[in-house]
């Protein structure tokens, strides 16, 4: 008889799901060798081609946030010099799987080695290709996992996670993985409960297991009683989001009837399609890297993208960030490679040393802005200096529009508040419009913990004391000297963050739209 072991691990998205489990790491088919060279150069061609053909299926079908991941793998699987080693290998004489998993495994080794988290989050993008290539090469079209089953192993690709049918339950727990991953962030989209860091997780498991991603376990081999159990916990839970969902259409007010903003983070135009604007107070985040995928793109494009939701929010305001790339977010053509990118040229320190790509946007808000309540804040902001710099910009731009006749208007310009030298020091930004606290990038920078790396994720948290310290500062200083604060990072759509949140003295949060309703419901039940 099994005995039953419950393994602990870090939540990375809220729920339950009871069922099989299914091995990710299982050995993948068999190649079938080919007869020449030519003829494996051939296959390997046809198996790229294919799994290129597979990827844009998926862009189609896919949102924004899953849209810009998968163009990024398509950016690097098109690229030659990721495939030249292999049917260099060829020629040599290896088979075509064989040239393609060493070669692949070459950069991945190389990647995984590198003590910077964005290098090992590329790891993981070019895990995905060559396993796509591969399955392609070897025809292994037998992938799909059991309805309602508890995906497991070390890592899971965002393409797995593309693939999965998730309207029966089902489930994600992983070795590794972390909880600011591209499949973490879509897992929260879509509401599939997901636990990583389950370092005692082992191979070749099999039987039902109940997975709590509300508090980042997993039960293997559970006996009745922990099932019957388990089942009390997800039943609590599900009647606590409905009772949230009561509170969508309502204002967000908490027991003692202190008013809070709670607005939306949104990765591109498309998002809004999905939401009700009464249900929200606007758009405290809109990302515009969501744009910048295989092209960059002209002021056309970024004009009618930033105008369809400032039309669609009415007269609530929607605060739209420059560009942040650079970090985890690169862009073929626009951002560099860099030892240590998340100290390095990225956000508002980009877009100030490619002054050819940030004026064509700086003109397309300027344009955009009659359509709506817009406001614009810059990323990455460390020294007075750069918001002045991007705000004579603007200014300049708009001048220059005038010249021409063009209608533009000059919207209200703030900045975020993520790098540790503006919370500490705010004064030096008395004359910006608003403030908006990056609770992410803060905390990292503040705790010397990447948000992407589940060994050090226990330091990563915005309650520390010195975190919420910096906020009630920088929220002391915009009601001294009338500069609006709020917070637009992941904490702010966190019911057990929220009530230390508000504490701090923050009224005004910017959530995801699946975070929405919990949030509010949080609000709700604090006495501030």
Known sequence: MLVPLRLQGISASAGYAEGPLFDLDRPPAVYASKATAAEEK??????????????????????????????FHIAMLEDDTLSEPAFAS????????????????????????SDQDYFRARAADLRDIRDQVLRALTEDEDRAAPSG??????????????????????????????TASHVAMLARSRGVPMVVGLRQLEANLAGLALLDAEHGSIVLAPSPAEVVSFRQLSSSFTTRQGKARTFLARPAVTKTGTAVRVQVNI???SDVDAIDIATCDGVGLMRTEFLFGKTLPDEETQYHAYRKVLEWAGDK?????????????PVPGFTVEEGNPFLGLRGIRLSLARLDIFRVQIRALLRAAPHGNLKVMFPMIAMAEEYECAAALFAEEQAALAARGVTRQM????????????????????????????????????MAAARDNAAVAHLNSVRHPAVLRLIGSVVAFGRDNGIPVSLCGD????????????????RDLSVAPAQLAMAKAAISDISV
């Open 317 to 329: 305001p929607v605060t739209i960030r420059t560009v942040d790339a650079g970090g985890d977010k």
């Open 42 to 71: 051939a296959s390997l061609e046809a198996a790229i081609g294919k799994a290129l053909k597979r990827l844009a299926a998926m862009v189609e079908a896919a949102d924004r946030d899953a849209a810009s991941i998968l163009e």
């Open 267 to 269: 990765a591109g135009p």
């Open 411 to 446: 919207p209200p310009l703030g900045i975020m508040v993520e790098v540790p030298s503006v919370a500490i020091a705010p004064e030096a930004f008395a004359n910006v419009a608003f403030f908006s606290i990056g609770s992410n990038d803060l905390t990292q920078y503040v």
């Open 149 to 178: 089953a508890i995906l497991f192993g070390e890592d899971i690709a965002p393409t797995r996670f593309l693939e999965t049918d998730w309207t029966n339950g089902g489930g994600i727990a992983l070795q590794a993985g972390s």
């Open 491 to 506: 904490a702010g759509g966190d019911p057990a963050s929220i009530p230390s949140l508000l504490e701090a003295g923050l």
């Open 90 to 113: 060829i020629v040599s004489g290896q088979t075509a799987d064989t040239a393609w998993r060493e070669a692949l495994n070459g950069e991945i080794a190389g990647y995984e080695a």
